[in-house]
T-cell receptor, first 116, second 114 residues
Framework: GENVEQHPSTLSVQEGDSAVIKCTYS??????FPWYKQELGKGPQLIID?????GEKKDQRIAVTLNKTAKHFSLHITETQPEDSAVYFC???????????????FGKGTLLTVNP | DAGITQSPRYKITETGRQVTLMCHQT?????MFWYRQDLGHGLRLIYY???????DKGEVPDGYVVSRSKTENFPLTLESATRSQTSVYFC?????????????FGSGTRLTVV
């Protein structure tokens, strides 16, 4: 099955700095890569996603890049703010017909702390 | 209100008791999932369902039972609770099959088995 590795497990940055979280996946058939943000006491919330036919996607201060050859993808947060402090999860799934292609495999999460 | 709701938010139960965690979604999403979240393990899939009356095991199904008699409900039952099942449980739903359909998660149930 798919295996997703996520690094680092904890990340501390100063407000205004950039933060980068990296994930690798094992199954070359994976073609959908979402990122989730989990605030304290809440469920994970989808913040951005990317499909395998796209190399980069941006949404305001967050961006995701995908390198299919190396089987890794990254979340970039620029101009970090204290409200960005949360646990971030990457995930991967295999899209297409048949099989359990709707199942996401998650990384173990990164605790991001943005210091004022 | 539309959305996905879990109940209860908090539950304390004794070892050996049966406990059921509820999950209800109002979107008529076909796919529903149960995850547990533990420190150091991230989110681990317990069971999932592709439609009413269709369920399958995930990564850590032992000790759990699910049912899906109606599309909108997906209860998770711990048949005989153990301390190792102390965790935060999240239900999620997804509207589609194939790449590009993310999950929407509920707010979670924090279960403590004493």
């Amino acid at each position: 099955g798919e295996n997703v590795e996520q690094h680092p497990s904890t990340l501390s940055v100063q407000e205004g700095d950039s933060a980068v979280i990296k994930c690798t996946y094992s199954d070359s058939a994976s073609n959908y890569f979402p990122w989730y943000k989990q605030e304290l006491g809440k469920g994970p919330q989808l913040i951005i996603d990317i499909r395998s036919n796209v190399g980069e996607k941006k949404d305001q201060r967050i961006a995701v890049t995908l390198n299919k050859t190396a089987k890794h993808f990254s979340l970039h947060i620029t101009e970090t703010q204290p409200e960005d402090s949360a646990v971030y999860f990457c995930a991967a799934s295999i899209g297409g017909s048949g099989g359990s292609n709707y199942k996401l495999t998650f990384g173990k999460g990164t605790l991001l702390t943005v210091n004022p | 209100d539309a959305g996905i709701t879990q109940s209860p938010r908090y539950k304390i139960t004794e070892t050996g008791r049966q406990v059921t965690l509820m999950c209800h979604q109002t979107w008529s999403h076909s796919y529903m999932f149960w995850y547990r979240q533990d420190l150091g393990h991230g989110l681990r899939l317990i069971y999932y369902s592709a439609a009413a009356d269709i369920t399958d095991k995930g990564e850590v199904p032992d000790g759990y039972v699910v049912s899906r008699s109606k599309t909108e409900n997906f209860p998770l039952t711990l048949e005989s609770a153990t301390r190792s099942q102390t965790s935060v449980y999240f239900c999620a739903s997804s509207r589609g099959q194939g790449a590009g359909y993310g999950y929407t998660f509920g707010s979670g149930t924090r279960l403590t088995v004493v």
